[in-house]
């Protein structure tokens, strides 16, 4: 119980201090800061040239194996985004994880997941019914990743197309599509996302998901997830996001974090 108070507050003293670095930030931006995160519809909108982009965040997930129920929390999650051009941009993924059951924690089982680079580009802006499409690519290097979390190949690769229609003034649908490999010597997951989003006033968001995955000869997984975020400004975003498994071994996740993003050249601003 001491650990797991341990994670929580440390977890909490994380986002508060991200958040008040986040406020000191000086960055202004002609459009709203554009996220992956809460939701796993990942966007189909790239980092404006020149921006780095933060988006980081804890996750406490409940999984149900025989004979026992096993909690992972992630402490957190990291992805770094860069705008390498209008249409391009480079992706770093890093996650602090631990597993344990309600009780107690397992030995070794506590350090970084393999470490995932890509890019997300552009294919096309969307015109009337037609989306906005990007294709998004990593490879885990799972060589780069703590002892707990090594195996499988050396590389595991996932990718995903990504679409947005906009369906009216603040209200927009997103979905994905694409394949993931934990081991390329093994069979992909198929997955999934459909994620309509809606404005709440000047400075609220939220949405629904469906979310899931299927792999040959493997129970699917099939998932709900709502979740709402905060805009303390244009480059500064707060969110919080709940799922309920529908089947598959995943229960339930709860989630919370901060994105923010800045120039990295001073004052360049952000082309329309």
Same mark, same amino acid.
Request: proline share 4%; aromatic share 14%.
């Given at each position: ?30 459009s709203r800061i554009d996220t ?20 980081? /965040?804890?996750?406490? +997930?409940?999984?149900?194996?025989? =004979?026992?129920? $096993? @909690? ?6 990291? *992805? ?53 499409v990007s294709l998004i690519y ?39 599509? /694409?394949?993931?490999? +934990?081991?390329?010597?093994?069979? =992909?997951?198929? $997955? @999934? ?6 404005? *709440? ?72």
């Amino acid at each position: 119980m001491v650990r797991l108070n341990y994670m929580f507050y440390m977890s909490r003293a994380f986002l508060a201090s991200l958040v008040f670095i986040c406020s000191c930030l000086s960055c202004r931006g002609q459009s709203r800061i554009d996220t992956d995160r809460p939701d796993q519809t990942e966007s189909a909108f790239t980092v404006p040239k020149g921006w780095m982009q933060l988006e980081s /965040g804890t996750v406490k +997930e409940k999984w149900e194996t025989s =004979p026992q129920k $096993i @909690y992972s929390y992630t402490l957190p999650t990291l *992805l770094t985004k860069y705008g390498i051009s209008d249409k391009w941009e480079l992706r770093l993924i890093t996650e602090y994880n631990r597993w344990g059951t309600a009780k107690r924690w397992f030995r070794d089982t506590i350090g970084i997941l393999p470490v995932k680079l890509g890019f997300k580009v552009n294919l096309y802006e969307g015109k009337g019914i037609i989306p906005r499409v990007s294709l998004i690519y990593h490879t885990a290097f799972n060589r780069l990743a703590s002892k707990m979390a090594r195996g499988g190949s050396f590389l595991a690769p996932e990718f995903r197309f990504t679409f947005q229609n906009d369906l009216g003034e603040g209200v927009a649908l997103g979905y994905n599509l /694409g394949m993931e490999w +934990e081991d390329t010597r093994e069979k =992909p997951a198929f $997955i @999934y996302t459909f994620a309509p989003g809606f404005d *709440l006033g000047e400075n609220w968001y939220g949405y629904v998901e469906l979310f899931g995955s299927l792999t040959k000869n493997e129970p699917q997984q099939h998932a709900f997830d709502a979740g709402i975020a905060w805009y303390a400004n244009d480059n500064l975003k707060l969110d919080a996001s709940a799922a309920i498994g529908i089947t598959g071994l995943m229960k339930y996740y709860i989630g919370m974090g901060c994105s923010l993003r800045f120039s990295v050249k001073k004052n360049k601003p952000i082309s329309d």
